[in-house]
């Protein structure tokens, strides 16, 4: 179109939109004009199609609009008159170059659906499969071409008129990207390209199903894919058992962060209309025509600043969100923090049914554009998407928190990410500048790749650094990290009391037979250095129940994350108390705890009860041997009933091997909660034998 046509285009555009553009710049939502959003709306309506679209594109953006604007924006509906069906015959006979009873043996006349851009047939294939054809308007493609150029010739107008404004609303960046994405979806081939890409994707998500396109009758302006039939959100509710309704949460869960953290491709527009429910518990998503891609980089930040959320670490979340963000002139740093501090405190304390993850990401994105830091576009489709898709959940589990539902999902998506960097070498690059100058080097300053062998050699030369002549790196790391967690309860002792029990330890080990398991020669070595501990404390003037107390803290200490990974690796895989605690003793009991050196025994106790006994135990033999039994009880038995409270459950064992019983009897409860006085009794029972 030429410069004469844009110029008229863009006069009717402004005239239709002088007076909400005026209103916006005046606009209060608490004492303005409370019908100027709807207003709005309607005259993009008017305008068309790619208006339509337009108004769809700003309802993700905070950024440009107020927020009363944005949420009307999100309920602009598409609905049209219908294209007449002599019009469809001609466009669907055209695009496939053969006549409509040819391509389809049915095709029904009347439309399912009607849009600005076009509208739904359900019609059937030879072979009996019923379809959904998709058929595009008449005219879209040189319509489009006006409006665009027309916006284009307005930005470049506004650039000389209000060059300041427009640099702080981003908005040459979102026209261009709405320019791409418009264009984009008149060509129907590309989003059955995208259909095929999230099938891909989502090919692990057993409950997840995407429509499949007919490549044999997909054109740029016809898309023929899967006819979908199923519930509405509306009626999952009272058509659906709770069992069903649970498993569709968690299918959808793992489908969301899916696209939203792992794989960056995501679905733009999930709304109610655009996913259907089977009673088989499986969900199809609908409409891909509007989606969103995130980079690498930004799927690093999100996943980071989504752990840190989710532990509950503002500033480490602020730091990942904020970094994502260009500072226009006149930002202000202190207002950006204490306001998202003051969301996240919002976020944390509110109960279940007001708690959204999502909406406060969004919220904390508006709050950086108030305080004049601006987001890529991408990230911000990316927060509104997620608030439209995370209301789903609402719908489905009102009392669910998406921060506690994605947890282990972060934590899945973050080892996976970890496991396939190399995270050694980075480390290489960063721990230096961290112990010397309390802070990390930017990224810009961390090398992508790197001499391996360089970087083993100065680390060895690091150790070979501070470990005494004669000493093999092995016992001066352990060394290191033993006086590290004794000196807590050890005092300006420490160094001497480690030097006696290490001299005590060598005599003990001279006469230590080698367990037959890795995990075994481990614990029974540990058990020597308990005991040449124990001797040392005593022989300085320490009582037996001091020197008991001394080593349980100092044991509990390391006992305490030694207790993390099982229990964090049980959590991303159930959210189940039972299931949780029977992975996590399962995995202790197999490492350091596995046979053949240990002895398991399954007992049957009931569906809140993990139950076993262990009829075999090396390091109560080692104690045993050496009339030493009481301190095991005091320090090694006793660091399991506090590891139960960690894992959310509480321990009975009233027997022990090493208290004169020829089994110890590990009943871990996972609910109902027990009597502290009971397991206390037990506890102590278990101590006296």
């Known amino acids: 179109m030429n410069r004469t046509g844009n110029l008229l285009r863009l006069a009717r555009i402004a005239t239709v939109l002088a007076k909400d553009v005026w209103t916006l710049r005046r606009y209060d939502p608490a004492s303005g004009d409370t019908g100027a959003p709807d207003r709005f709306a309607q005259n993009l309506l008017a305008l068309g199609p790619v208006f339509v679209k337009l108004g769809q594109i700003l ?47 049915s095709f029904e006349a009347e439309p399912v659906a009607a849009a600005s851009l076009a509208q739904v047939h359900k019609a059937s294939l030879e072979d009996g499969t019923a379809v959904a054809v998709k058929v595009q308007r008449p005219g879209l493609e040189p319509l489009f071409h006006r409006d665009l150029d027309a916006l284009d010739l307005g930005l470049r107008i506004a650039r000389t008129v209000l060059p300041r404004r427009l640099r702080r609303t981003n908005l040459p960046a979102f026209l261009s990207e709405f320019r791409r994405y418009s264009l984009a979806e008149l060509d129907f081939r590309a989003e059955a390209a995208v259909m095929d890409r999230f099938r891909g994707n989502l090919a692990g998500q057993d409950r997840i199903r995407i429509p499949r396109p007919y490549r044999d009758h997909v054109t740029a302006r016809v898309l023929t894919m899967d006819w979908v039939d199923g519930l509405r959100l509306s009626e999952v509710s009272t058509a659906l058992p709770e069992q069903t309704r649970s498993a569709l949460v968690e299918a959808l869960v793992s489908m969301l ?48 600043y989504w752990m840190a959320v989710a532990q509950r670490q503002t500033r480490r979340a602020y730091h990942h969100f904020s970094a994502q963000t260009e500072a226009l002139p006149g930002a202000d740093h202190a207002l950006f923090r204490q306001r998202f501090e003051g969301l996240a405190a919002k976020f944390y304390a509110a109960p279940s049914r007001e708690a959204s993850l999502a909406r ?13 830091f601006v987001f890529p576009a991408s990230l911000m489709l990316h927060a509104k998407a997620l608030t439209t898709a995370e209301a789903l959940l609402f719908v489905l589990a009102p009392d669910a928190r998406f ?29 230096p500048e ?21 970087t083993q050699k100065m680390g060895r030369g690091l150790l070979e650094a501070v470990i005494p002549s004669g000493e093999g790196i092995g016992r001066a790391a352990l060394t290191m990290l033993f006086s590290h967690v004794a000196r807590r309860h050890l005092g300006n002792e420490t160094d001497a009391i480690l030097s006696d029990t290490w001299a005590g330890y060598d005599r003990l080990e001279r006469d230590l037979p080698l367990a037959p398991n890795t995990g075994a020669i481990l614990t029974t070595h540990l058990a020597a250095l308990t005991l040449a501990l124990h001797r040392t404390l005593v022989a300085r003037g320490r009582s037996e129940a001091q020197s008991h107390e001394v080593i349980h803290a100092i044991g ?70 050496h009339e030493s039994s009481a301190l095991c009880t005091a320090t090694w038995c006793a660091l399991d009933f506090p590891v139960a409270e960690k894992w959310g459950g509480q321990l009975v064992r009233p027997k022990t091997i090493a208290g004169g019983h020829d089994h110890c009897d590990f009943r871990w409860h996972t609910a109902p909660v027990l009597d502290k006085d009971k397991i206390g009794e037990a506890a102590e029972h278990a101590g006296q034998g």
């Open 59 to 105: 309802s993700t953006r905070p950024d440009i609009l107020p927020e009363s604007y944005v949420a009307r924006l999100a309920e602009l509906q598409e609905h049209a008159s219908q294209v007449d069906f002599a019009t469809v015959r001609r466009i669907v006979e055209d695009e496939l170059a053969t006549p409509l009873e040819a391509a389809f043996a």
């Open 257 to 304: 962060l899916k696209m939203f953290v792992s794989d960056g491709l995501f679905h733009a527009d999930l709304h109610p209309g655009n996913i259907v429910f089977h009673a088989d518990g499986t969900v199809t998503l609908l409409d891909f025509g509007m989606y969103g891609e995130l980079s690498a980089a930004q799927r690093d930040r999100f996943v980071l």
């Open 360 to 372: 406060t990401y969004l919220a904390m994105m508006r709050a950086g554009y108030r305080a004049g």
């Open 403 to 431: 921060d506690d539902l994605s947890r282990p999902f972060i934590a899945r998506e973050v080892a996976a990410r970890l496991a396939a960097s190399d995270p050694l070498g980075r480390l290489s690059q960063v721990l």
């Open 434 to 454: 961290l112990l010397l100058t309390g802070a990390l080097p930017p990224a810009e300053a961390i090398d992508e790749t790197w001499d391996a062998t360089a």
């Open 556 to 625: 509990w200490d390391i006992y305490d994350r030694m207790a993390d990974p099982p229990f964090e690796i049980a959590r991303a895989l159930t959210s189940d108390p039972a299931k949780r605690m029977r992975i996590a003793t399962g995995l202790f009991r197999h490492f350091p705890f596995g046979p053949p050196a240990y002895g398991w025994r399954d007992v049957e106790a009931g569906g809140n009860v993990v139950a076993f006994d262990c009829t075999k135990c090396p390091v109560a033999a080692f104690f045993a041997a």
